[in-house]
Structures are given as structure tokens and as C-alpha cells.
């Protein structure tokens, strides 16, 4: 079997499994099924990547969003009590909105598709293998070399982004009651614990002790 | 044709083989060394009855688990309740595949080696969550939140001691790392000097990321019972349990491989004598050094065990969040001086 018909069997079926699971994100009425099968779509994503040689957007997809996001997501939706029948009670009242969504975004990826296509030549050779680097060593020098400002900008809107979630969740309760973390790793032994010296054995009488129990 | 395909097909699987097979047996005999390590340190015998010392009890608990019932709990989701174990126990098999056991033996030479171990270890937390909410148990569920939010939290100190790792070696190859080590100091060419508080808050991190005591309180068998896989029985648990003590050894291989030098001798650069093959390895370095250091780490896993009460929920991740990752991002800018500078020398003589 030669590599490039081996490539494009696992492009098929990596291709067939992405799309099949997205389908099934969207259809499944379990939610939390849903949440698992969008999990799948993003790990066989992952795959078809690695099979054009971006491993470290292969990886780094299935780190932070399979590994962190989805897993918060999986332990939102795990906690919600949600009642199935009244999920698809809305179905034909929200259906002309959804549609009307579904074919703006249709027609918004087409256009840049097609405008792509018709403008940018045929792809060139992979630039990492040109350079003759690893694809993460040339993403690494493209993004702190020639890309260095965008790069900076966007970590200092994560940043901002961090800093305003975590600003608008942390509300002081005045009836929650709170550990104090100094207090209890300041705290002394000999407070709590008083440790009592005294003798191992009371003196025993001269007279002979009473015949014992034998123990079992 | 035939050829290609068993250059293909075959022998990688029988590398896989040859990996996972003593893996799974690596795990039952460290079940047995954990029984009697702490044994010992409880001043009792551990298991001695089965076989001479004891030494087959791990293979007669295994028989008993495998023949005893799997019971689905009423109203488990059936799918995923037996799926869970599994998506536990391939990551775990999983990550094993770019470990370099010594500088030639190594099943897959990625060059994302530390990627795909990150990728494989976040995996691992989807078989704990899926059990803990098919099993339709409070415990269970109780159990996969406290589990979900502990590895979360300790996977990005986890990954920060990583990237200190990668700006010193200056590869994700796991393979050039270890090479990056070699020199002429002996031991104090491995990465554990420079990055001394890294190793430290690693080795935690992998003791928090394995759900393993001081830091077990996704089992928490005071609180809620035994957790996660509290509705398994029979071989469903023995699946949990093999991937939790898979991780373990992973983890211990780990630390030996990105701090200790992997295959690398203690003794590099010391003697340099001519000696033969079967005593050469003692200062150039093989598998067996590898295989020592896993096992001292690995060691440690137990030592904790025996040694520390469990930690309460809140302390696991003020200790993650406040202290481990405030500490591992101050010395990744460190690690970036010491690169910068030239203060550590990075694979001499390699």
C-alpha cells in the first residue's frame, strides 16, 4: 500500500467520522451525548490536521479544547436538569429564525470560499517543509518573528478577557463565611493540641495483683 | 507488497506489544509492591500468603476480578457506563507510544513528543467524568467533578513545567531532551538543578493529575465512598484501576525522562574507561538507568501514599492556583534567562 493511497483512506475516514459526529451534535436529544459527540468532532478534526502535517495545531486543538474547554463545558451540562420534552417544544417556532441564520452563514462561507479560490493561487508547498523545520519549530519562529505584534495584541486581549471574567463572577456574599488560608497556615500546634507528659505505667502495688482474664 | 505490509503493519504491532504486555504486568507487580511497601511501613507483612512472598497475590486478585459480575447500575446509561473504562485506559496505553526507552529504543520518534503526552494525559479525565455520570450515583458524580476540576487545574502547572523544560532542551522531541542533558558533570548535567522547584511542582502535579493520595479526594473513600468507579465491579474496575496505575508509571518515566536524564548515566562524564558491553552501561548509560530512576520515583507515589493524610478540596486548589502556578510561571522566565545567557550548558559532548 503505498503512503499517499493509506493518506487519503484515513482522510475518508476520519472525514466521514468528523462529519458524522457533527451531525449527530446537532440531532442527538441527549445533551449530554450532544457534548460528547462535539467532542469526537473536535478529536477527528484533530486528525485530518495531523494528516496535512499541522501537528501542533492538531495537538494544540485537542489540549485545550478537548482536554479544558469541553471538559467544563461536559461539567456545565452535567449539572443542568433539563426536561427533554420542553427542549423540542420550541422546534417550529425557532425553525424560520434558525433557517434564515443557517443560510446567512451559508452563503458567508461560500463567499469567502469562493473568493478565495478566486483570487489566491493553488496553495504552495507546506513553507515548514520548505524551511526544512518542524512544523511547531516554524510556527514558533512565524508567530515571534514576522507575527511577533498580532501575536502580543492577542494575548493581551486573553488577558483582559481572563481579568474581566474573573472580575465579573467574584462577588463578595455577605452571608457566605470564608476560610482565611493565612490564619489556618498560621496556626500553632500548641494552640490546638496540648501534649500532656506523664508516666507510661502507674506504680504497681506490692501486694499481688488479682488473678487476670485470660484474653481471647 | 507483502513486504511493505509487514514493515507496516506487523511490526508495529508487535512493538506495541512489546510495550504495553510488560506494562500491564509492570502494573500488577507494582499493585504487590505497593501493598507491601506500605505494609512495611505500617509495620505489617503486606501480602505474603500467595506464592513464595506473596508475589502472585496480584495475579490471583486479577483472576477474582475477572470472574466476578459487572453489575449496570438501574437507570446507568449502558453505552457509555462500559465505555467509560475504556476511554480511561487508552490514553493511558496511548501516551506510552513516544516514551524513548533508550536512545535507539523508542517506538515513535515524534517531534510533538511532549504535545501528544499532554494531549494523551488530558484525554484521561473523560473516562473518570463518564463514569462518575453514567453510573446515575451521587458518589459517582460527586466523585467525577472533584476529579474533573483537580486535573484541569493541575494540567496547566503541568504544562508551564513543560514549556520550562522545552526552553532549556529547545526541542519537543523527547529524545533531544534527554540528549540535551548529556555532559560532562555526571548527574548535575539533567535538568533537575536548573529546574529544581519545576521538578518539584511536576512530580506534584503528576501525583495530583494521577488522583493519587495526598490529593485522592476524587475517590475520597471517607467522604463519597470510592468516588468515580464506586458502581463498577468485576473487570470494568479492574480497567480503572489499570489505567490509574499505568498513569503512575507513566508519570514516574516521565519525570526521569524531562528531569533526570532518562538513559543517561549519573556517572556521564566521570570514567571514561574501556570495558566491555554487559558493564559498560554503568557510565554510558542504557535503559537500565531509565528504568532505575522510574522505579525510585515511582517509589515516592507509595512513600506519599503511606505518609500524608488527604488534602481538603479547597487546599488542592489553592495549592494549584496560588502556589504551583505562580512559582512554575515566575521560572519559566527564569529558564528563558538561564537559555539566554548561556547559564546552564545544554547537551555537551551529547
Redesign the interface.
Known amino acids: 500500500?503505498n503512503p499517499q493511497l493509506?493518506q487519503l483512506i484515513c482522510f475518508y475516514a476520519f472525514g466521514f467520522v468528523t462529519v458524522a459526529a457533527a451531525l449527530s451534535v446537532i440531532t442527538l436529544k441527549n445533551t449530554?451525548?450532544a457534548v460528547?459527540a462535539l467532542?469526537l468532532t473536535f478529536f477527528s478534526a484533530a486528525c485530518l490536521w495531523m494528516l496535512i502535517d499541522a501537528?501542533?495545531l492538531a495537538?494544540?486543538l485537542?489540549?485545550v479544547y478537548?482536554?479544558?474547554v469541553m471538559?467544563?463545558f461536559?461539567?456545565v451540562v452535567?449539572m443542568l436538569d433539563i426536561d427533554q420534552e420542553k427542549m423540542r417544544e420550541g422546534f417550529v417556532k425557532f425553525l424560520p429564525v434558525g433557517l434564515i441564520v443557517a443560510a446567512a452563514m451559508l452563503v458567508e462561507m461560500l463567499g469567502l470560499i469562493g473568493v478565495r479560490a478566486m483570487h489566491a493561487q493553488v496553495m504552495g508547498a507546506n513553507p515548514a517543509t520548505a524551511a526544512g523545520l518542524?512544523?511547531?519549530a516554524w510556527l514558533g519562529q512565524a508567530l515571534y518573528t514576522k507575527f511577533l505584534l498580532p501575536f502580543e495584541i492577542a494575548a493581551l486581549i486573553l488577558t483582559v478577557g481572563v481579568v474581566a471574567a474573573v472580575a465579573l463572577t467574584l462577588r463578595e456574599r455577605g452571608d457566605a463565611r470564608y476560610?482565611s488560608?493565612s490564619q489556618q497556615v498560621k496556626v500553632n500546634p500548641r494552640d490546638r493540641v496540648r501534649i500532656v507528659k506523664m508516666a507510661a505505667e502507674r506504680p504497681v502495688d506490692e501486694t499481688p495483683a488479682p488473678p487476670q482474664e485470660s484474653t481471647p | 507488497m507483502a513486504d511493505q505490509l509487514i514493515n507496516q503493519l506487523v511490526w508495529p504491532i508487535i512493538f506495541i506489544l512489546c510495550i504495553t504486555v510488560p506494562l500491564i504486568i509492570a502494573v500488577a507487580m507494582f499493585v504487590y509492591w505497593e501493598r507491601k511497601v506500605i505494609g512495611w511501613m505500617h509495620v505489617r507483612l503486606g501480602p505474603s500468603k500467595i506464592g513464595p512472598f506473596g508475589l502472585l497475590q496480584a495475579f490471583a486478585d486479577v483472576v477474582k476480578l475477572l470472574i466476578k459480575e459487572v453489575i449496570l447500575p438501574t437507570k446507568a446509561n449502558r453505552f457509555l457506563y462500559f465505555m467509560a473504562p475504556l476511554l480511561a485506559l487508552i490514553p493511558a496505553l496511548a501516551a506510552w507510544a513516544v516514551i524513548p526507552f533508550s536512545s535507539k529504543m523508542v517506538l515513535s520518534n515524534a517531534n510533538a513528543g511532549v504535545l501528544y503526552l499532554l494531549a494523551m494525559t488530558s484525554l484521561g479525565v473523560y473516562g473518570i467524568i463518564i463514569a462518575g455520570w453514567a453510573s446515575n450515583s451521587r458518589y459517582a458524580l460527586l466523585g467525577a467533578m472533584r476529579s474533573a476540576a483537580q486535573v484541569i487545574s493541575y494540567e496547566l502547572a503541568m504544562g508551564l513545567c513543560l514549556v520550562c523544560v522545552l526552553v532549556l532542551a529547545g526541542s519537543l522531541n523527547l529524545t533531544d531532551i534527554v540528549n540535551a542533558q548529556a555532559g560532562g558533570k555526571g548527574l548535575f548535567d539533567w535538568f533537575w538543578l536548573p529546574l529544581l522547584p519545576v521538578f518539584v511542582i511536576y512530580f506534584i502535579s503528576g501525583v495530583a493529575e494521577t488522583n493519587r493520595a495526598p490529593f485522592d479526594v476524587a475517590e475520597g473513600e471517607s467522604e463519597i465512598v470510592a468516588g468515580f468507579h464506586v458502581e463498577y465491579s468485576g473487570s470494568a474496575f479492574a480497567i480503572f484501576f489499570l489505567a490509574e496505575y499505568a498513569n503512575m508509571i507513566l508519570v514516574s518515566f516521565l519525570a526521569s525522562i524531562l528531569f533526570l536524564g532518562g538513559w543517561l548515566s549519573p556517572l556521564q562524564g566521570w570514567i571514561h574507561a574501556d570495558a566491555p558491553g554487559w558493564i559498560n552501561w554503568i557510565w554510558t548509560g542504557s535503559w537500565v538507568w531509565l528504568f532505575i530512576k522510574a522505579f525510585v520515583m515511582s517509589f515516592l507515589f507509595l512513600w506519599f501514599r503511606a505518609t500524608f493524610p488527604r488534602y481538603r478540596y479547597d487546599q488542592i486548589m489553592r495549592l494549584g492556583w496560588k502556589v504551583l502556578i505562580p512559582i512554575a510561571i515566575v521560572w519559566v522566565m527564569v529558564a528563558g534567562c538561564m537559555k539566554f545567557f548561556g547559564w546552564v550548558s545544554i547537551g555537551v559532548g551529547a
Open positions: 500500500m493509506f449530554v451525548h460528547l467532542v501537528e501542533f495537538l494544540a485537542i489540549v478537548v482536554g479544558a471538559v467544563l461536559l461539567f452535567m518542524s512544523n511547531t476560610e488560608a
